[in-house]
């Protein structure tokens, strides 16, 4: 029956046909044998897919890990996490000081005090400042030169929020001239050590009110608040001269210079892109080009992390200026009105001067970039880079065995197992991120810093490090990177005492009641936990908290939410008790949003309310300060407030481990022009990618030159 | 015929509305709004957030939200929030990756279900019925991740063979046919996971079909005339068990579009089944509301396709 | 209503002859049949032995001191394999495992996952038998109301306010609070009219403005068989993972969003049945008897439409349990402190190569327990299927 043999060989065929293609297919060891394209190209893995490939716009990892091949920026910082000249080839940073003449104050040893005798009386003092003590004497020889500005009158409208909603306000200014101070480096206690010259109320009493007049009246301290914004008594401005790089090119050929910097700046900037950024450079006020290779930003005032902000991707502005993109909207049939960077094609075919150069991306599968040849630098060894999406972890580690990944960012309990294959080397460092336990600081037990602390001190966080985390992390001890000179290393970490804790707990009034819950004027210490699902980490905590706390009589109740959930109706409405989450850190010591006593609204970082005048003065000081020195003693007084409130139980930074191929070294020309082999080698700070340029992979693992 | 084909019609077009309205309502009236940036983001600022509202139309009323997202599907302009690309296109791509494994895993499923179906029926009760009836349901009972964990494990661990992705990663420069063969590989371990399941219904229903066309009294009277047995159930029973199967084809249809979201994140294949997984994580409300959309019209294309064959099929319905 | 014409009573003169009642009640008559197949036996004997560890699960697995604490986390002893003894030196007292053994091992925080796996039994079912009784109370509801009553009109006058109704709540819910108010307004507007309407012009004929609003739509059956065809138009799993993604996570939620999604099956089966019994002799009879129209229903009918229900109810269990693993597998599936089965499973994925048994503990025992669920509801299937029954 021909119909009975059909229905028999049919599948049978088909399967055959299947299964025969597992003879074409290379396993583990063929894939670097039988093809030698597969080792000059360096395949890594990333969970989830990029967004948009343009470094203005995007916010997540997979795109930034894309973006810092294909780019690069002005600086970015070293071995030693100091800053670096990359596009820019040296920079200076100085300042420029206003204040506007006070006719109201009477300056001592001056007669009257027009411009010209205050200015000469700077003058003089900065010539000889020897006759003065310390602090001042130091501001004063910091002064360059000293000009006058005459005095102006202008128009301005001011929008502000009235009692009738969004208003407008014309308002008529009048201001009298202004002294021009050149510093040569950034001081901002110039103003304070110019007091002893000019008066102590110099400042402080110039009237601002006096020199505006507005068509409508507004409430004093709105008038007081524009007058201010208008005419400030002082300004700091500081200045920061990128010297370019001569020579850069782009990966289409276009020459970089300072146009391209500029232009960088103003898309950021512009509201139509959108851009996460904005806020970065919020405090910049203008960008000049002085020549296509100088370019001069100043700054409305101080702000020291502004200097990193410069580790951005500049983006080629001939691709993407105003007439690029019309032109591009045209070409697609748009509107040109509402086309902008975000819409441009760019996103996903981006230009830089990175050392790679785009070469496609298919969503969800994987971004390929080849080498970029006229890389200022010299080209990479590597002449292909791609990252593989693969959103699940273990299929990563198939992957991995498999060959088809070069690293693969390995499990806190996978460590063990797999330090020990002869086939990888492995590298460790710590993160930038740590994790915590807040406690929302406006709800009745945890106002008392005692109860946070003993809450602590019931957790034992080196056995959660030790099982937990399978000994993959650090103890930390407050907001800094650890890696950083800003982490003070003074601070010991809370320890694990439960019977300390119950003593803390008792001298805050609670007490062990009949069946052994803590309880203070008959109420129990009782609340609830809470974190985002789908960590497993946090979970792990969450389950290890409220055991440890159980057994102090605390009663907690836990919950787990889904994470915009968490985020949306918890975090930011500040409905919660205690929660365990996780910052990422920049290295930059700012913590003006997570821990300045202005930002514990809604929707705000400061979501613990956590709010301590002397902890304000310095994150404003060191955000100021551009002398790394004194912003370091400023981190660690600021480290040990915070350390001693314990608004967070600060628990631990992560370890990372990734492991490599043992065939991937460092390939260099040697002093004779032949390749030298090295081991990979970490750097202080565990970046083991930071000479990712020269890695090459190689078919066997070679002898290696001595390590000087 | 006619009547039937244009009652049926606007029938469907009102199913669709309605689905339309359930699904555009079930995703905005829950809990959470779209994060177009890491709220967690130190750098992120509530003016930020208002901006993409106003950006994605979400400052305004249901109604018009609604009118906006379908006025934008029917032109083809609807955008993702998550990359600003076009939607359909999006969707047209990660179909043709979910093509081939649509495609081997329906064959697969076909060709083996009707003799694995037929001869457990011919063979009721007897040894490879009762066999294949158990694998059918450990098949429809094994949780489908479980299962493919355990293959990936083995085949990787036994073998040293990349299993994961659409083709071997940075194959590049080898021969045309290496790289097919190496293709087909790769469909193999996700292709039988999805049709495991389809296998086990099917062969199950294939088997209940012939039993009952078996009992049927033209198939007793072939049998009596003494025609031999292959003849019987080859070409009296089968014929006619073969009957409904006809109008199944129709039904495949939305199986182009659903994929199988798990299978396709373990095996890292980027096709329809996982982008809508990361639609709904990332909250991309016109993608998840699209592929919505558009397997509906399939459900709805389908379920009319089986209906037609069926009229022609079966000469007993008539209108 | 059709009147019960077609009914054939017996008229007076006849010899009534002595009824003969079956045999065999209708349960012994299927447990002959279902006894014959080895699989559904085993099947119902694993069911019945699920059914029994997840009570006794329950038991030792709840309250505040349980004798098995699934929750009691000891990281000193993560990851131990199973059949493996505690370290009694690290383990405070009232940590120590009853059994004195970790008898499927620990997970990665050193719960015992023998505790898990009977806390999970208890949950699993539960997750199972609610989501499905609720999509067979769903169904039976909708089913019957279409089978039976199908046929009835549904009017201008019926829909009309409905809908006006429907929409002002959906637009209250959106916000528009406006347009919401005046819709409510009009669709009780509507209602006043039609019912004065029908006051007043009781005796006289209607003017056809206001016929119209008695104008016939649709049936009630149609009214259900559309709303089936909608919910139809969604891939399942895909509904209840975007349903189960945007909603907080919870055990509830996960329950009765698998219910939701899945009445349409049982819907269609009681339609069908009920539209074929209603046309039957006994049915008729009992009408023509006057037995109210409930009791018909629910006594006479139910019973007989049943036996499908119980097979989809018996398969429904199975994949809703497969759901709810899978669910678990994308991180959705029934949040802590819950254990289920699936995120057992699923939670012991990422220690694969280091501790296979927080994989295949789960793994099997979910495979088993939904195979004998399948099994036995095939061997319903069988036994409970006149067709088949007949041959034997």
Known sequence: ?708 | MISFIGRSAVQKMITLFFVSIVSFLIIHLAPGKPSQVDPMNPKFTPEMVERFRSEFHLDKPLTIQYLYFYRDLFTGRTVSWKDNQSVLLKIWERFLNSLPLFIVGTILTWTLSFPVGIRSALQRGGNFDRSSTFLAYLLISIPGFFFAYVLIIFVVTQFQVPVIGMETFGIGSTSPMTRFMDRIWHLLLPSVLGATAGIAVLSRYVRSQMLEVEGQDYVRTARAKGLPPDQVHYKHALRNALLPFVTMFGLILPGLIGGSVITESIFSWPGMGRMAYEAILARDYPVILTVNFISAVLVLIGTFISDLLYLVVDPRIRL | MSSATHSQTASPGDVIETPLGPTRSRFQQFWVLFRRNSLAVSGLAIFGLFFFTAVVGLLVTSGTQPLLDPAQVRLQEKLKPPLSRPNLDTLRPGEVPPLGVYLFGTDNLGRDVFARMLQGAWVSLTVGFVAVGISVVIGIFLGGIAGYFGQAAIRVDHMLPAFLLLFGVAAWIAGAKGSAIVLMGLGSGVVIVSIAAQKIWRKRPMPVFLNALRFPVLTADTLIMRLVDIMLCFPSFFLILTVVALLPASLYNIMIVIGLTSWMGTTRFVRAEFLSLREQDFVLAARALGIRTYRIIFRQMMPNAIAPVLVSATIGIASAILTEAGLSFLGFGVPPPHATWGNILSGGKDFIFDAPWLTFVPGIAILIVVLSFNLFGEGLRDALNPKLRERH
């Open chain 1, 1 to 708: 029956m021909l119909t009975r043999r059909l229905l028999i060989i049919a599948p049978a065929v088909i399967i055959l046909i299947l299964l025969q293609s597992y003879f074409w297919v290379p396993s583990y060891e063929q894939q670097t044998r039988g093809n030698p394209d597969r080792l000059v190209q360096y395949i890594t893995a990333s969970a989830g897919d990029a967004s948009i490939l343009n470094p203005i716009l995007s916010a997540d990892t997979a795109s930034s890990q894309i973006q810092s091949q294909v780019f690069d920026s002005l600086i970015d910082r070293d071995k030693d996490l100091h800053f670096r000249g990359r596009l820019a080839l040296s920079w200076d940073i100085y300042e420029e000081a206003f204040f506007h003449m006070n006719p109201t104050a009477a300056v001592p040893g001056l007669s009257s005090s027009d411009p010209e005798s205050v200015a000469g009386l700077i003058r003089s003092a900065a010539q000889t400042p020897g006759r003065w003590s310390g602090a001042v004497a130091e501001s004063l020889a910091n002064i360059q030169a000293v000009t006058i500005l005459p005095s102006r009158t202008f128009s301005a409208t001011h929008a502000f929020k009235g009692p009738e909603g969004a208003q407008q306000v014309d308002a008529q200014i009048s201001a009298p001239a202004r002294v021009r101070l050149v510093l040569n480096r950034v001081d901002q206690d110039l103003f304070k050590n110019l007091e002893p010259l000019l008066g102590a109320e110099y400042f402080s009493s110039f009237p601002s009110d006096a020199f505006l007049s507005t068509d409508v009246d507004l409430p004093p301290e709105q008038l007081s608040v524009l007058a201010e914004s208008m005419v400030p008594a002082v300004e700091h401005n500081p200045i920061i001269v990128f010297h370019l790089r001569p020579g850069v090119r782009f990966h289409d050929g276009h020459v970089f210079d300072a146009g391209d910097v500029k232009f960088t700046y103003e898309a950021i900037m512009n509201p139509k892109n959108l851009s996460p950024r904005v806020a970065d450079y919020e405090p910049v006020k203008a960008v000049e080009v002085i020549d296509p290779l100088t370019v001069k930003i100043t700054y409305k005032r101080l702000y020291s992390p502004a200097i990193g902000t410069w580790g951005m991707g500049i983006l080629p502005e001939h691709l993407l200026n105003p007439r690029a993109l019309r032109e591009e909207a045209e070409r697609l049939d748009k509107d040109p009105a509402t086309f902008t960077l975000r819409q441009s094609r760019f996103g996903r075919n981006p230009v830089g001067c990175g050392p790679f150069r785009f070469t496609s991306w298919k969503s969800d599968q994987y971004i390929r970039l080849t080498r970029f040849g006229d890389y200022w630098e010299g080209p990479p060894n590597y002449t292909q880079y791609a990252v593989r999406i693969i959103p699940d972890p273990l299929t990563q580690e198939m992957e991995f065995y498999a060959g088809t990944i070069d690293s693969y960012q390995v499990q806190p309990h996978q460590v063990a197992r797999l330090s020990e294959d002869a086939r990888f080397q492995n590298f460790s460092g710590i993160s930038f991120g740590y994790t915590y336990i807040g406690y929302n600081m406006r709800r009745a037990p945890f106002k008392d810093p005692r109860v946070r602390k003993a809450l602590g001190m019931a957790i034992d966080v080196d056995k959660i490090i030790r099982y937990v985390l399978h000994g993959q992390g650090e103890r930390i001890t407050g907001p800094f990177v650890k890696q950083t000179g800003y982490y003070n290393h003074d601070i010991s970490p809370l320890p694990y005492d439960p019977e300390g804790a119950l003593e803390l707990l008792e001298s805050a009034g609670w007490r062990r009641n009949a069946s052994g819950w803590l309880e203070k004027d008959g109420r129990r210490l009782a609340f609830t936990l809470i974190t985002n699902s789908g960590n497993q980490l946090r979970q792990a905590i969450l389950a290890v908290a409220q055991d440890a706390w159980k057994k102090i009589g605390v009663d907690v109740r836990t919950d787990l939410l889904e994470w915009s959930v968490f985020i949306q109706e918890r975090v930011n409405k500040l409905d919660f008790d205690a929660l365990i989450l996780g910052w990422q850190m920049g290295i930059d010591p700012d913590l003006y949003q997570i821990w300045h006593s202005s930002q514990t609204g809604p929707y705000q970082l400061n979501f613990v309310g956590f709010e301590n005048k002397e902890a304000d003065d310095l994150i404003i000081k060191i955000r100021q300060e551009y002398d790394h020195r004194k912003q370091v003693a400023y981190c660690h007084r600021l480290h040990r407030i915070i350390a001693e409130a314990q608004p967070y139980n600060f628990l631990y930074v992560r370890k990372w481990t990734a492991v490599l191929d043992k065939r991937i070294v460092i390939r260099e020309q040697g002093p004779d022009g032949s390749p030298v082999y090295r081991k990979i080698t970490p750097t202080k700070t565990g970046d083991y990618a930071y000479d990712f340029n020269k890695w090459i992979k190689l078919p066997g693992v070679p002898v290696f030159a001595q390590d000087g």
